[in-house]
């Protein structure tokens, strides 16, 4: 008995290195087959939470206007100053939506800074102040323009936690932008006049076309008043945009009310052309990082010109006038990307 018992044992044996060496092959091939799904996965959950987000960007807006008769404005900018002017333009519409995304918190650290500027824009200096402290007040010991908002981070951007260095440093970042229109900030309120988009495309046949935004300087439009021009279902309200590749591109930041930063504008127009574009030097603002290789062209003159960009997989999540959010495909055509950021064209444009 004890005789067949070793011949038993004997007989057993390990797995050889060639047998194993097979198995470790086997693992790391279903590996790679499971990690791209896992990243489909996973980029379809991010998507559908930055949708989420605009929808509740979109429901914050149209309850701000509300309250207060139109949506925020894209920025305030007192008497004499430009809607370009870094050092002294004043709070901006991801400020004043802060009431209305259950961050009151955050919204009572700056409140008087905010409300003395708008008394200095509406009373045109006869009262209020240029007062700025709205960007240093310490909320919870950290700089107000240093604090993270989730709601208007992406949850697909990579940059996020590097914040912007320039125009004063510490600037937390954000992913999403109010739509200033496909013209110039300074004439976004009535809209300028087209006849080309980028690259040239004709607009209407040569005639002129407006190209006003929902959210200007020093003011907005009202979810009736977009009712009345080319409709809420067909005006975007917010655009995604990226944040920048460094720390001193302050592309993605939402507290600064600048294009770029925190506002889109001359976007479908000169060499900026429909989102996530790769040409070079497509965004104007200063301080930028030239990146077309990243689908991030900027040049870096000075500011006034964004465009719509994302890290999610073929186009951008926007938010449109009537809090629907929709997937923008990068192979839209111009003229129907210019109509769309356009609110008072008066013309139609086919869905992509």
Not at 5 to 15: C, M, V
Not at 103 to 113: K, M, W
Not at 217 to 232: F, K, M, R, V, Y
Request: aromatic share 8%.
């Amino acid at each position: 008995m004890i005789l067949s018992q070793l011949k038993r044992r004997e007989g057993r044996r390990g797995f050889t290195l060639i047998e194993l060496l097979v198995v470790i092959a086997i693992i790391a091939i279903l590996i790679g087959l499971l990690l791209p799904a896992v990243q489909k996965i996973r980029e379809a959950a991010n998507r559908m939470k930055c949708s989420n987000n605009l929808k509740q960007l979109g429901l914050a807006a149209h309850n701000y206007s509300d309250v207060n008769g139109t949506m925020p404005p894209a920025v305030l900018t007192g008497p004499g100053i430009g809607w370009n002017d870094q050092n002294n333009i004043g709070p901006n519409w991801a400020i004043m939506l802060l009431p209305f995304i259950e961050q009151d918190n955050l919204y009572r650290a700056v409140q008087q800074s905010v409300q003395n500027y708008q008394a200095w824009v509406t009373s045109n200096g006869a009262s209020g102040s240029n007062d700025q402290s709205w960007r240093t007040n310490l909320v919870n010991g950290v700089a107000f323009r240093s604090t993270k908002v989730s709601i208007y981070l992406c949850p697909s951007e990579s940059n996020g936690n590097t914040q912007g260095s320039n125009v004063g440093g510490g600037w937390a970042r954000g992913n999403y932008a109010a739509n200033v229109g496909p013209g110039d900030p300074g004439s976004a309120s009535s809209g300028g006049q087209y006849t080309t988009g980028a690259g040239g495309v004709q607009l209407n046949g040569g005639a002129p076309v407006s190209a006003g935004g929902v959210f200007y300087p020093n003011g907005a439009e009202s979810p009736g008043s977009l009712t009345a021009q080319d409709g809420t279902a067909n005006t975007v309200m917010f655009n995604h945009i990226r944040v920048g590749p460094a720390a001193s591109d302050m592309r993605g930041c939402w507290a600064l009310g600048l294009p770029g930063p925190s506002y889109t504008a001359n976007n479908a127009v000169g060499d900026c052309y429909t989102p996530n574009d790769t040409g070079c030097c497509s965004d104007d603002l200063a301080y930028c990082n030239d990146r077309p290789d990243i689908a991030m062209g900027c040049w870096g003159g000075g500011w006034g010109q964004a465009q719509a960009r994302s890290q999610h997989s073929g186009g951008v999540n926007t938010g449109m006038g009537d809090g629907s959010v929709r997937f923008i495909r990068n192979s839209i055509d111009v003229r129907t990307w210019f109509l769309m950021l356009s609110r008072n064209d008066g013309l139609t444009y086919n869905n992509q």
